[in-house]
């Protein structure tokens, strides 16, 4: 079945500037991140936040790390104390107030427990969808987080989240086997499934994977036949949205962005995989648009003031969804 989604318009479109965005009672949208800085601009609290206030949501951030960091790589990591990413989160969570929430870089085994003592006693604030980008390893190669961290993150954090969006190693380091077949895909999201999170999003940016052929997805004619697929499980199902495969090394910062996105419309209240859905759309068209860019020497950033896509809404679950960089179709 091929069936173009794209005339499906959802409000969420913006028209309206750079304004925050409220709800019928004025309640203001808000998004908390809770990562490292990167000074390069591309990734991290930067990037989450830019990627937040292009979705009109006001943004909020717990800074866990300063890095030295530009486009070549990691050049110096400071970590916070695991105090002050207390006092930082305590303050944003009694005044503020957080409709949705993403963790990004939590560096060490200390600064994570810190941070699932500080939401398991936020009683109010645990009722908040929250979002785990499970950032290891920089685009350049320097680990993120070190070893310790890893079973703290998996047993502490992972069953408090609404949603985790690992790129195909960081899944494999968290279920402790390779994630390179499309069947370890499917096996390593339903384990992290098991162990709690709500919803596994194990993107395929790292996976050069030939399937549509296999699963018989029947992409537009004009279709890129190189794709990435990201695969959603949910609940016993698994959903797909494609995208083609985009030849830039402008793509620092993806996931950030990716796992930004998704906390912003889930603040607002859309529902999962339409949020999904749309972050996929919106992560594509910053790589697409940045593709030029001469922005450092190495992995450049994406451009986060790419217009907000049209949404799909009323994802099926099961389905598989390709976006060409304009409409959403079904291809199952």
């Given at each position: 079945?091929?069936?173009?989604?794209?005339a499906?318009?959802?409000?969420?479109?913006?028209k309206?500037?750079?304004r925050?965005?409220?709800d019928?009672m004025?309640h203001?949208?808000?998004?908390l991140?809770?990562?490292?800085s990167?000074?390069?601009?591309?990734?991290g609290?930067?990037?989450?936040?830019k990627t937040?206030h292009?979705?009109g949501?006001?943004?909020m951030s717990?800074?866990?790390a300063?890095?030295?960091?530009n486009?070549?790589?990691?050049?110096g990591?400071?970590?916070?104390?695991?105090?002050?990413?207390?006092?930082?989160?305590?303050a944003?969570?009694?005044?503020?107030?957080?409709?949705?929430?993403k963790?990004?870089m939590l560096a060490?085994?200390a600064?994570?427990?810190?941070?699932?003592?500080?939401?398991s006693t936020?009683?109010?604030t645990?009722?908040r969808?929250l979002?785990?980008?499970?950032v290891?390893v920089?685009k350049?190669g320097t680990k993120?987080?070190?070893?310790?961290?890893?079973?703290?993150?998996?047993e502490?954090?992972?069953p408090?989240?609404a949603?985790?969006?690992?790129?195909?190693?960081e899944?494999?380091?968290?279920?402790?086997?390779?994630?390179?077949?499309?069947?370890?895909?499917?096996?390593a999201?339903?384990?992290?499934?098991q162990?709690?999170?709500g919803?596994?999003?194990?993107?395929?940016?790292h996976?050069d994977?030939?399937v549509?052929?296999?699963?018989?997805?029947?992409?537009?004619?004009a279709?890129?036949q190189r794709?990435?697929?990201?695969?959603?499980?949910?609940q016993g199902?698994f959903?797909?949205?494609l995208?083609?495969r985009?030849?830039?090394?402008n793509?620092?910062?993806?996931?950030?962005?990716?796992?930004?996105?998704?906390?912003?419309?889930l603040?607002?209240?859309t529902?999962?995989?339409?949020a999904i859905?749309q972050?996929?759309?919106f992560?594509?068209d910053?790589?697409?648009?940045a593709?030029?860019?001469d922005v450092g020497?190495?992995?450049?950033p994406?451009?986060?003031?790419?217009?907000i896509p049209?949404?799909?809404?009323g994802?099926?679950?099961?389905?598989?969804y390709?976006y060409d960089?304009?409409?959403?179709?079904r291809?199952?």
């Amino acid at each position: 079945m091929i069936r173009v989604l794209g005339a499906m318009l959802n409000p969420l479109v913006r028209k309206d500037g750079m304004r925050v965005r409220t709800d019928e009672m004025g309640h203001v949208f808000r998004a908390l991140t809770i990562a490292g800085s990167d000074s390069g601009g591309g990734a991290g609290i930067q990037a989450d936040l830019k990627t937040m206030h292009q979705f009109g949501v006001y943004g909020m951030s717990v800074v866990t790390a300063l890095t030295a960091q530009n486009t070549t790589g990691v050049h110096g990591v400071m970590e916070a104390s695991p105090e002050f990413v207390a006092a930082q989160l305590q303050a944003v969570i009694h005044d503020l107030g957080v409709d949705a929430m993403k963790t990004g870089m939590l560096a060490n085994e200390a600064i994570i427990a810190t941070v699932a003592d500080v939401l398991s006693t936020a009683t109010a604030t645990v009722a908040r969808p929250l979002v785990i980008d499970p950032v290891m390893v920089a685009k350049g190669g320097t680990k993120l987080m070190d070893d310790s961290a890893i079973a703290t993150l998996r047993e502490r954090l992972l069953p408090m989240a609404a949603l985790i969006t690992p790129n195909a190693p960081e899944t494999g380091v968290l279920v402790g086997a390779s994630v390179s077949s499309w069947d370890s895909v499917h096996l390593a999201a339903a384990r992290l499934a098991q162990w709690g999170a709500g919803v596994v999003v194990v993107k395929g940016g790292h996976l050069d994977l030939d399937v549509a052929h296999a699963e018989g997805w029947r992409l537009p004619a004009a279709a890129h036949q190189r794709v990435a697929v990201d695969t959603v499980y949910a609940q016993g199902t698994f959903t797909h949205f494609l995208t083609p495969r985009v030849n830039s090394v402008n793509t620092h910062g993806t996931g950030c962005t990716f796992s930004a996105a998704i906390t912003a419309l889930l603040a607002s209240g859309t529902p999962v995989l339409d949020a999904i859905a749309q972050a996929k759309a919106f992560i594509y068209d910053a790589i697409v648009r940045a593709r030029g860019w001469d922005v450092g020497h190495g992995h450049g950033p994406t451009d986060h003031s790419t217009p907000i896509p049209v949404a799909m809404s009323g994802v099926m679950a099961g389905g598989s969804y390709y976006y060409d960089g304009r409409n959403w179709t079904r291809v199952d």
